[in-house]
Antibody, heavy 116, light 110 residues
Framework: DVQLAESGGNLVQPGGSLTLSCAAS????????MSWVRQAPEKGLEWVSI???????YYAEAVKDRFLVTRDNSKNTLNLQMNSLSAEDTAVYYC??????????WGLGTLVTVSS | QSALTQPASVSGSPGQSITISCTGT?????????VSWYQQLPGTAPKVIIY???KRPSGVSDRFSGSKSGNTASLNISGLQGEDEADYYC??????????FGSGTKVSVL
């Protein structure tokens, strides 16, 4: 069975940093395209970033130059390093497998709250 | 990348059919067959119900169907049921090798 489990969400002060992790099971992160999607409280879904199997990465304009997506093939995990956080980054962050143009498997999400 | 345009809300009576539109551009919806639809029940993660414009994953009711014309994709829900009350989002692959979501539609069953 394919499963994704995010961790690392927390309360962080504005300007701070946080790293999220996503443990995958049932498939290899290295062989797939993996995305992060976020959802601010009572708001819609927002695509954040993607890492392709070849290693190329892309980001939404709102997080470009502040967020970094990486993967650890030995641990079969996906990571999202987030810097210079602001209140606008407060959201539930989902780890999602992005295979063949469809975001097919989603984790349960982890909550990031940016507040002083 | 601007969000794809969806109506904020759509409602219908049990048994009726409703359609949710999703309008983008030639750089996303109009340019690729990688349009998906997601259902999100309150407090849960989204679930894909339509992918590649019109395909249904195993286990998804055939009351859900998708289509596309030009830069607009559509989700049709036939035989509306109370369990269909949820938020629905479209998504498309884009020319920048990224994804973009729709603004979301709240479906209510009267």
């Amino acid at each position: 069975d394919v499963q994704l489990a995010e961790s690392g969400g927390n309360l962080v002060q504005p300007g701070g940093s946080l790293t999220l992790s996503c443990a995958a099971s049932g498939f290899n992160v290295s062989d797939n395209y993996m995305s992060w999607v976020r959802q601010a409280p009572e708001k819609g879904l927002e695509w954040v970033s993607i890492i392709y199997s070849g290693g190329n990465t892309y980001y939404a304009e709102a997080v470009k130059d502040r967020f970094l997506v990486t993967r650890d093939n030995s641990k079969n995990t996906l990571n999202l390093q987030m810097n210079s956080l602001s209140a606008e980054d407060t959201a539930v962050y989902y780890c999602v497998r992005s295979l063949g143009g469809v975001l097919d498997y989603w984790g349960l999400g982890t909550l990031v709250t940016v507040s002083s | 990348q601007s969000a794809l345009t969806q109506p904020a809300s759509v409602s219908g009576s049990p048994g009726q059919s409703i359609t949710i539109s999703c309008t983008g551009t030639s750089r996303d919806v109009g340019g690729y067959e990688f349009v998906s639809w997601y259902q999100q029940l309150p407090g849960t993660a989204p679930k894909v119900i339509i992918y590649h414009v019109s395909k249904r994953p195993s286990g998804v009711s055939d009351r859900f169907s998708g289509s596309k014309s030009g830069n607009t994709a559509s989700l049709n829900i036939s035989g509306l049921q109370g369990e269909d009350e949820a938020d629905y989002y479209c998504s498309s692959f884009t020319s920048r090798a990224t994804y973009v979501f729709g603004s979301g539609t709240k479906v209510s069953v009267l």
